[in-house]
């Protein structure tokens, strides 16, 4: 066998395995994952509200935007079947029942996030804290139908 063609074969036999331990997560593991997502995700848009109130630089979180812009587009992905329910989740059932208009507020998130990361790098104070508050209504919007109140 010619040493390219075992090179190839090999990684389709890695890629294979990637794939495997994808689908060997738990539906438990797999709702840790996106709530810690979602923590994380809450932490970063507190610390963009807690900089426009102290009315510091907007900047530097040009970086905390462009991480809400990549979980948003990992959304759609952290909700497969089988992680209805347990693991503490709060989302409801819509999400899987009306998938389209969930995945349509994740694309929203994916937008606004997007304009928050160009305000910030242009370090317009004012537009920033704009956009932050059209953003977070987008948040609103998606838990409004899709997630449970948080206790
Ligand atoms: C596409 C819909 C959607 C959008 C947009 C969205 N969320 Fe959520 N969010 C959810 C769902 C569904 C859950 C519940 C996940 C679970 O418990 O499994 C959740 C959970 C959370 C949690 C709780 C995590 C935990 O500790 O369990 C926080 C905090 C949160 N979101 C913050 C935000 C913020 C901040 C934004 C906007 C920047 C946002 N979300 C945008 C659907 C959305």
Redesign the pocket.
């Known amino acids: 066998m010619r040493q390219a063609t075992r090179a190839a074969m090999l990684g389709g036999v890695l890629a294979l395995a990637g794939v495997v331990a994808v689908m060997a997560a738990t539906p438990e593991q797999v709702?840790a994952e996106?709530?810690?997502?979602?923590?994380h995700?809450?932490?970063?848009?507190?610390a963009m509200k807690d900089a426009i109130d102290a009315g510091s630089d907007v900047k530097p979180l040009a970086v905390r935007a462009a991480e809400?812009e990549s979980?948003?587009k990992q959304?759609?992905t952290?909700?497969p079947p089988g992680?209805e329910t347990g693991?503490?989740?709060?989302?409801?059932p819509e999400?899987w029942s009306d998938r389209a208009g969930?995945?349509?507020?994740?694309?929203?998130?994916q937008q606004?996030?997007q304009k928050l990361e160009a305000t910030a790098q242009s370090g317009d104070k004012a537009a920033f804290a704009a956009q932050w508050k059209a953003?977070?209504q987008?948040?609103?919007?998606?838990?409004q139908?899709?997630?449970?109140k948080?206790s």
Do not use: Q, S
């Open positions: 709702i996106r709530r810690a997502g979602y923590k995700m809450g932490d970063n848009f507190k809400i979980w948003a959304i759609p952290m909700f992680t693991g503490g989740t709060h989302a409801r999400v969930f995945e349509k507020h994740a694309g929203e998130l606004a996030a953003t977070a987008v948040c609103g919007a998606c838990h139908t899709y997630r449970y948080l």
